[in-house]
């Protein structure tokens, strides 16, 4: 290993969990609120320029967006797991095939939704009943989104890679200038040369772009040992089945999530479109909020899968404990700021008293819930460390049908509230789940913490 990847390698196994945790934590945390900002910008870019109509057709698209690059994002996560054994068991030979194997098949699977994005996001769109001169600007952002989807992919994977080798560090860092270009080129566009929604997407893809090639190059330097020299990228069957027995269920259960947002965004547009987007405000400030959840969460998974494939079962169980700790005190944190200032979170979207009335709605309600998510992804993070993606899966697909089939009954009564009880039943019912089957599995864990186990 290099240098850099062997020291974060020893923290990892042998360092305090606590410790290591936060430590790790910390360049995901910020990488995820940077990679947010590429949403939050274009949203305060589109609604200061060009209007309600923009912001709108950025709100509607959103979701649609969220669902591909949930599947992407999910796949990489999956992979990621595969990975961090693989590292942690100091098995260069099948890393570099698993490697080669994820890059070209997550190419030919990234051009394939492109072209399904492009071809069915009208559809969609239509589909919810959105406004036609609404739907117009979402279609033109989203035809530029999914021409450049490549770059999302490039980025998401090798950053991946690169946490999964223990340098959780360099994906921030290349976020973190990624997004200052990014806003830059979004005021400049969109702002000064008069590019419209147009600017606004062109200038997504191009960061994106940036992101990926510095990620690539960075790889290639650090992680030396299976860098994929000319001759040496190939396919392999045997491993592309493992792949995808990781990636599948990975990229399914973030996308199932996407695909609940989805529908239940069309529930909305009954309410009216200041409603809608101030719902989507609502939800972008969400996001921001998953950024620490979800960052904390990949951490974790990096850190117990490296344990895992090194044999420290013991270890895996102290790092799950530190993670419960951790986002517990998170969500106190997380209701105060949200109950406190809603407005001022929302406001920063735009200057529209409706949108701003819808936002604060949703935000100051789902204050009081978010103990529940940020459990469920700690509760998730564990299971999926093991290689045991199947089953967040399952629990992910069974808590979006109950939110779905909730919203369907509350929201024509209770409106944004009525969305906000039926997300919450959902967390709720996947902490239930997953965290009743975790105690069972962390006690059979501790029985066998003196075994080695063996890497799937």
Known sequence: MSAVSSSKKDMILCGSPMKTVLIFALPIVLGNVFQQLYNIVDAIVVGNYLGNTALAGISVATPIIDVVNALIIGGTIGVGVLTAMLFGAGNTARLKTVHSTSVLGGIVITVLLSAAGLAFSGVILRAQGTAEEVCAEALTYLRIIFAGLIFCFLYNYYAALLRSSGDSRTPFVVLLVSSVLHALMDVLLTGYLGMGIVGVAVSTVTCQAFSAVLCI???RRRLGEIRLKKGGLRFDWREGRNVLNYAWAAALQQAVICIGRVLIQGMLTGLGTDTVTGYNMGMRTEQFIFCFSQ???????????????HGNIARMRRFHGCGLIIVTVLAVIVFAVCRTVPHRLIGVFSRTPSVISAGVQYTGTMAFFYIFSFLGEITQGFFRSMGRLRLTMIASLLQVILRVILSYFLIPVLGITGICLSVAAGWALLV??????????????A???QSAPQIP
Do not use: P, W
């Open 217 to 219: 190059l960075f790889t």
């Open 447 to 449: 029985l066998k913490a």
């Open 295 to 309: 960052g904390l969460s990949a951490a974790m998974v990096v850190c117990i899968s490296q344990n895992y494939g």
């Open 432 to 445: 239930i789940i997953e965290g009743t089957y975790s105690i069972k599995v962390s006690r059979r864990l």
